[in-house]
């Protein structure tokens, strides 16, 4: 399967594991689950068939790791992103003492102002190392990292969690908690 075939299923998963599940007439369970065989007939049906073999390809090939399947094999979810409402089940973890966040240069002022704010999402996303950090903000211009001091938010009573694919996720980040690197 080419490369392009596998990002175009991959947009299209996310866009309705994440954003917009019932325009294709699939309903998200708790944890965002939704069977692999009501998924496969629901895009049949939208006119983008996508095969188990293919399925599994994205699920597994992802550098993201946007995407994971229960422990039977049957039930499939979006890791994080979600704009619709829903419980992804995710339990509180102590964080690591720093983490950080990737955005594009034009978003610095407003930050640094405001801190992370989780915007259309359910949680500001941050990652465990600086390369990420920076490949997130590469996709929003020239990119930039902020350290947030993850150890003093926890401390101060800020719950965190941590998705499936490593993703840290938090409600949001105020001004005080971010250093611009």
């Known amino acids: 399967m080419s490369d392009s075939r596998l990002i175009k299923i991959s947009k299209y998963l996310s866009k309705y594991l994440r954003h917009t599940p019932d325009a294709i007439g699939i309903e998200l369970a708790p944890g ?6 009501q ?9 983008f068939p996508i095969s188990r073999q293919e399925l599994e390809l994205v699920v597994e090939s992802s550098d993201k790791q946007r995407f994971s399947f229960d422990s039977t094999g049957t039930l ?3 890791n ?12 509180p973890v102590v964080p690591p003492d720093q983490l950080y966040h990737g955005t594009g240069h034009k978003s610095v002022k407003s930050i640094l102002e405001t801190g992370l704010c989780k915007m259309s999402r359910h949680h500001v996303h941050l990652s465990r190392d600086i390369a990420t950090a920076q490949n997130v ?3 929003h211009g020239k990119p930039v990292v902020f350290i947030v001091d ?3 938010m ?14 840290w996720l938090v409600d949001n980040v105020p001004p005080e908690y971010l250093q611009k690197i």
Do not use: M, P
Not at 154 to 167: L, R
């Open 154 to 167: 926890h401390q101060a009573g800020y719950i965190f969690y941590c998705s499936d694919n490593g993703v």
């Open 76 to 78: 499939i979810r979006a």
């Open 80 to 91: 994080q992103g979600h704009s619709v409402e829903i419980d992804l089940q995710l339990e």
């Open 137 to 139: 903000g590469a996709r």
């Open 32 to 37: 965002g689950w939704v069977a692999v065989d």
């Open 150 to 152: 993850a150890a003093a």
């Open 39 to 47: 998924l496969l007939t629901a895009c049949a049906k939208n006119k």
